[in-house]
């Protein structure tokens, strides 16, 4: 398999002698090729993967691309790496008092300075956070939904949201922080605009190129009006129908399990729970005393996986609409029906079908396309290289319990 993974497809992402520090998207993508290419990766994959991601993968926090964004904005030119953290903090400090940006979006008695500090070197940040910095730092709607989708991994606008509305307006329209508080005040004294029966309200023609436009638009959304063809609501349709499509493979797994049989039970797709979704597809986790998973915090790859696991709790909090669903739900379903459908299928051809069918599904849901900078998803396609991916990516979560895999 090792000469085809030269034609792995990653944006930006071909492979070059040296890349620049800054390069994310290019060095994640390069060893990745680097990785499924090696000799003993299709004997030991797992380990081989495990190791990549514990002690070789990157791990490039929110304050990094901060960094990133600043410097290329900056058009700084001392190489990447060797610029001290003083300079981008009295960049962004400049930037806010130019823009006359607020040093927050709620009341606090931080100083800005210490509040950049914080930005530069956290991990990642509330969403609020990359709002404020959209407007301190001058950024575009485009740059503001790169940091949304691809740094923090979270939905882009949510346009039923009236604030996150308004903010999109003002990036797309330049304008500075204090739009958004006349905005807001309008917003607040408007009436709400009632959907006439069998009216349509915008769908795939929004169109906000003018504030009445915008204003009109958000009375309707003051009376409650829900676009069901919204990010979001597309969001929860994609995980119900790759659920329905999860519980038909658990199904037909427990019909072919000779202990599960003996129950005497008759494994239809209606008596699948969210705990026998948890127990095939988080397999390789741990179970306390309790009969729940280990918690996370006890797994080494906590940090790399964003603290998150397909559990009973979390799938019965999206089915309530008590969690969102995110990019790591439609992504972790995915993989599992390619991972069972695709089982006697060749390694590339899997990988292949499973990036072409969830880019499709997380642009329709407003969450950008697989980043291969990301931990977890670098992961997955990794499995799916393998001859095995379910049982890989069982294997290598269970070592990431063990304390002798550190």
Same mark, same amino acid.
């Given at each position: 398999?090792?000469?085809?993974? !030269?034609?792995?497809?990653?944006?930006?992402?071909?492979?070059?002698?040296?890349?620049?520090?800054?390069?994310?998207?290019?060095? %994640? %993508?390069?060893?990745?090729?680097?990785?499924?290419?090696?000799?003993?990766?299709?004997? #030991?994959?797992?380990?081989?993967?495990?190791?990549?991601?514990?002690?070789?993968?990157?791990?490039?926090?929110?304050?990094?691309?901060?960094?990133?964004?600043?410097?290329?904005?900056?058009?700084?030119?001392?190489?990447?790496?060797?610029?001290?953290?003083?300079?981008?903090?009295?960049?962004?400090?400049?930037?806010?008092?130019?823009?006359?940006?607020?040093?927050?979006?709620?009341?606090?008695?931080?100083?800005?300075?210490?509040? /950049? $500090?914080?930005?530069?070197?956290?991990?990642?940040?509330?969403?609020?956070?990359?709002?404020?910095?959209?407007?301190?730092?001058?950024?575009?709607?485009?740059?503001?939904?790169?940091?949304?989708?691809?740094?923090?991994?979270? !939905?882009?606008?949510?346009?039923? $949201?009236?604030?996150? /509305?308004?903010?999109?307006?003002?990036?797309? $329209?330049?304008?500075?922080?204090?739009?958004?508080?006349?905005?807001? !005040?309008?917003?607040?004294?408007?009436?709400?605009?009632?959907?006439?029966?069998?009216?349509?309200?915008?769908?795939?023609?929004?169109?906000?190129?003018?504030?009445?436009?915008?204003?009109?638009?958000? %009375?309707?959304?003051?009376?409650?009006?829900?676009?069901?063809?919204?990010?979001?609501?597309?969001?929860?349709?994609?995980?119900?129908?790759?659920?329905?499509?999860?519980?038909?493979?658990?199904?037909?797994?427990?019909?072919?399990?000779?202990?599960?049989?003996?129950?005497?039970?008759?494994?239809?797709?209606?008596?699948?729970?969210?705990?026998?979704?948890?127990?095939?597809?988080?397999?390789?986790?741990?179970?306390?005393?309790?009969? $729940?998973?280990?918690?996370?915090?006890?797994?080494?790859?906590?940090?790399?996986?964003?603290?998150?696991?397909?559990?009973?709790?979390?799938?019965?909090?999206?089915?309530?609409?008590?969690?969102?669903?995110?990019?790591?739900?439609?992504?972790?379903?995915?993989?599992?029906?390619?991972? !069972?459908?695709?089982?006697?299928?060749?390694?590339?051809?899997?990988?292949?079908?499973?990036?072409?069918?969830?880019?499709?599904?997380?642009?329709?849901?407003?969450?950008?396309?697989?980043?291969?900078?990301?931990?977890?998803?670098?992961?997955?396609?990794?499995?799916?290289?393998?001859?095995?991916?379910?049982?890989?990516?069982?294997?290598?979560? #269970?070592?990431?319990?063990?304390?002798?895999?550190?």
């Amino acid at each position: 398999m090792g000469n085809r993974m !030269q034609d792995l497809d990653f944006k930006q992402a071909a492979a070059f002698e040296s890349v620049q520090d800054f390069e994310f998207t290019r060095k %994640a %993508a390069q060893r990745f090729r680097e990785v499924v290419s090696l000799d003993s990766f299709e004997e #030991e994959d797992a380990e081989v993967i495990f190791h990549y991601l514990y002690k070789e993968m990157e791990l490039v926090s929110f304050g990094d691309y901060l960094k990133r964004y600043v410097y290329e904005r900056a058009g700084l030119e001392e190489a990447f790496h060797e610029v001290p953290k003083e300079i981008y903090r009295d960049i962004i400090i400049d930037s806010f008092k130019e823009t006359f940006t607020p040093k927050s979006m709620t009341p606090t008695s931080t100083k800005l300075p210490a509040l /950049v $500090n914080n930005w530069l070197t956290q991990a990642s940040v509330k969403r609020d956070t990359v709002f404020l910095l959209g407007f301190g730092l001058r950024m575009s709607a485009e740059d503001v939904s790169g940091f949304l989708t691809r740094v923090l991994r979270e !939905q882009d606008f949510d346009f039923q $949201n009236p604030e996150e /509305v308004i903010y999109w307006y003002c990036y797309n $329209n330049h304008y500075g922080y204090y739009k958004t508080e006349e905005l807001r !005040q309008k917003y607040n004294e408007l009436a709400p605009s009632e959907k006439k029966e069998g009216e349509v309200v915008y769908g795939a023609g929004l169109c906000l190129d003018s504030e009445e436009k915008l204003l009109n638009y958000l %009375a309707y959304q003051k009376s409650g009006w829900e676009d069901p063809k919204s990010e979001k609501s597309q969001a929860f349709s994609c995980f119900m129908e790759l659920y329905e499509q999860g519980k038909e493979l658990v199904a037909e797994f427990y019909r072919k399990d000779e202990e599960e049989e003996r129950g005497g039970k008759v494994w239809t797709t209606d008596r699948i729970s969210p705990a026998d979704m948890e127990k095939v597809i988080c397999s390789g986790i741990p179970i306390n005393e309790m009969g $729940n998973l280990k918690k996370m915090s006890a797994s080494i790859l906590a940090k790399h996986f964003s603290q998150k696991r397909f559990s009973r709790q979390r799938i019965t909090s999206i089915l309530n609409h008590k969690f969102p669903v995110e990019r790591f739900d439609l992504i972790t379903l995915e993989f599992f029906i390619i991972s !069972q459908k695709m089982a006697e299928e060749d390694p590339y051809n899997r990988y292949q079908i499973f990036l072409q069918e969830i880019q499709e599904i997380l642009k329709k849901c407003g969450m950008g396309e697989i980043y291969i900078v990301n931990p977890y998803e670098s992961f997955i396609l990794m499995c799916l290289l393998t001859d095995c991916p379910l049982a890989v990516f069982s294997e290598i979560w #269970e070592m990431s319990y063990e304390p002798e895999s550190c």
